[in-house]
């Protein structure tokens, strides 16, 4: 059964958000903090992975993601305290190390 992750990025706390939908979180994380993909996360520095919900349904997760997308900020904001309060970044807690951030990894 293949795993997908809704997920939320911020620049930092209270900071500016981006809100993505993967099959490999750490994968995309790693994309992000390496600024691979020229768009708007690269353009303001938006890498710390502050909130994630994992499903086994794409079209949940698509919708889900599409759901957050036109919640107002401060929903949003809510649903990242509600487990993140301190807005640390969860790439390390879940499975993310400085070896894979490196250039060859992925």
Do not use: C
């Not at 690269?42 to 997308?69: C, G």
């Amino acid at each position: 059964m293949k795993n997908y992750y809704v997920y939320m990025l911020a620049s930092g706390k209270n900071g500016t958000l981006y809100i993505g939908v993967t099959n490999n979180l750490i994968r995309r994380v790693v994309e992000h903090k390496r600024k691979i993909m020229r768009g708007f996360t690269k353009r303001y520095y938006i890498d710390k992975l502050v909130w994630y919900e994992q499903t086994n349904d794409i079209r949940f997760a698509i919708q889900k993601e599409n759901q957050l997308k036109n919640w107002p900020r401060k929903w949003k904001v809510r649903e990242i305290e509600k487990e993140n309060s301190e807005w640390k970044d969860l790439f390390f807690e879940i499975g993310g190390s400085e070896e894979l951030l490196k250039e060859n990894m992925f």
